[in-house]
Nanobody, 118 residues
Framework: QVQLVESGGGLVQAGASLRLSCAASDRTLDKYAMGWFRQAPGKERQFVATINWNSGSVKYADSVKGRFTISSDNAQNTVYLQMNSLKPEDTAVYYC???????????WGQGTQVTVSS
């Protein structure tokens, strides 16, 4: 069973930055990708960013392009989300997810709250 542990959320003012981290328990041989998703109150969970574990290729939601950066430390089995120029609409619970053997995200973290005040 893969466990994902997120950290780095908090309360910040608009325009500030935060860095989220997600450490995965050992299982690297067939890891396909890791990603970040978020869910605001009363809304569905939405995709934020993803990184292919082998190629390093990344994708972003249009709403965060140019402001958020996803990166990974393969040796530490950790993925990061650097969030700059935060906006109140970025307020949500952010979830880390991992895909093994396919592009389906089968494992999820517990979530970390990010609150951006105006």
């Amino acid at each position: 069973q893969v466990q994902l542990v997120e950290s780095g959320g908090g309360l910040v003012q608009a325009g500030a930055s935060l860095r989220l981290s997600c450490a995965a328990s050992d299982r690297t041989l067939d890891k396909y990708a890791m990603g970040w998703f978020r869910q605001a109150p009363g809304k569905e969970r939405q995709f934020v960013a993803t990184i292919n574990w082998n190629s390093g290729s990344v994708k972003y939601a249009d709403s965060v392009k140019g402001r958020f950066t996803i990166s990974s430390d393969n040796a530490q089995n950790t993925v990061y989300l650097q969030m700059n120029s935060l906006k109140p609409e970025d307020t949500a619970v952010y979830y880390c997810a991992a895909a093994y053997g396919s592009s389906i995200y089968a494992y999820w973290g517990q979530g970390t709250q990010v609150t951006v005040s105006s």
